[in-house]
């Protein structure tokens, strides 16, 4: 058996035996097969694997590497739960005992993390309202309904939505906004066409851009230069 010697020994009265030398090694792999990941969300999975059949002459530790993120962990256990991940993101892990000697060999696996975009916006309304004390008109974006997150597990919360505004061909702005407010107020120009396009954004990507079109036109009084106090889109259009 290399893990033990049989060897002769001596004390200080010059006696002599047979006595047995116990040799420490390093661990093994750990054992059967790679490990495996559960529990897998967009932000954390279950690692766990099987302790190795030769733990080398005493108890064992197991450092497990995980790359990207730079994940260096040692546990005295057989799973672990792993945080802080990058949505859709495939991970190499690598799993090997530990003991006062050293390392055992390593066993590796990889496993991606899950990540969905956002839910779009189902519609986009937009009304229109002359301030006649400013003498300026506002357009009033609301994007119906808000996007909630319907599956936390695959889906990162949202970051901010996405309002890109084209004015008669040219791109006007685009402005990220808050994801707890859910519309937009701008000033226009009469008679102007204006394209909106809205969509939602977490740390996977985006949703599906919500678009409308319309032409900022109102009904005039014939003997008052002003615009009235009515105002209504002319032409209206989602896709």
């Given at each position: 058996d290399l893990d033990q010697a049989v060897v002769n020994c001596g004390d200080v009265l010059g006696m002599s035996s047979d006595c047995t030398l116990f040799i420490l090694t390093v661990?093994?792999?750990?054992?059967?097969?790679?490990?495996?990941?559960?529990?897998i969300t967009y932000s954390s999975l279950v690692l766990?694997?099987?302790?190795?059949?030769?733990d080398g002459g005493e108890s064992v530790q197991y450092n497990i590497i995980g790359t990207p993120n730079d994940i260096n962990i040692i546990t005295d256990n057989t799973t672990i739960d792993i945080p802080s991940l990058t949505a859709n993101t495939e991970y190499n892990f690598s799993?090997?005992?530990i003991?006062?000697?050293?390392?055992?060999?390593?066993l590796s696996t990889q496993c991606t993390t899950l990540g969905n975009?956002?839910?779009?916006?189902?519609?986009v309304d937009v009304s229109l309202d002359y301030n006649f004390s400013s003498d300026s008109t506002l357009l009033y974006v609301e994007f119906l309904p808000c996007p909630i997150i319907t599956d936390p597990i695959t889906t990162p919360p949202i970051d901010n939505y996405t309002v890109n505004i084209i004015e008669s061909g040219n791109t006007y702005f685009t402005e990220d906004i808050d994801s707890n407010t859910c519309n937009y107020t701008m000033e226009v120009n009469e008679d102007d066409i204006y394209n909106i396009v809205v969509f939602a954004n977490n740390n996977v990507g985006s949703s599906n851009?919500?678009?409308?079109?319309?032409?900022?036109?109102?009904?005039?009084?014939?003997e008052v230069t002003k615009l009235t106090d009515t105002a209504v889109?002319?032409?209206y259009t989602t896709a």
């Open positions: 661990p093994s792999a750990p054992e059967v097969s790679p490990p495996t990941c559960t529990d766990q694997w099987n302790p190795p059949s030769d799993v090997r005992a003991n006062s000697v050293g390392f055992g060999d390593k975009v956002p839910n779009g916006f189902s519609n851009k919500r678009k409308v079109d319309f032409v900022a036109s109102w009904l005039r009084d014939d889109v002319i032409e």
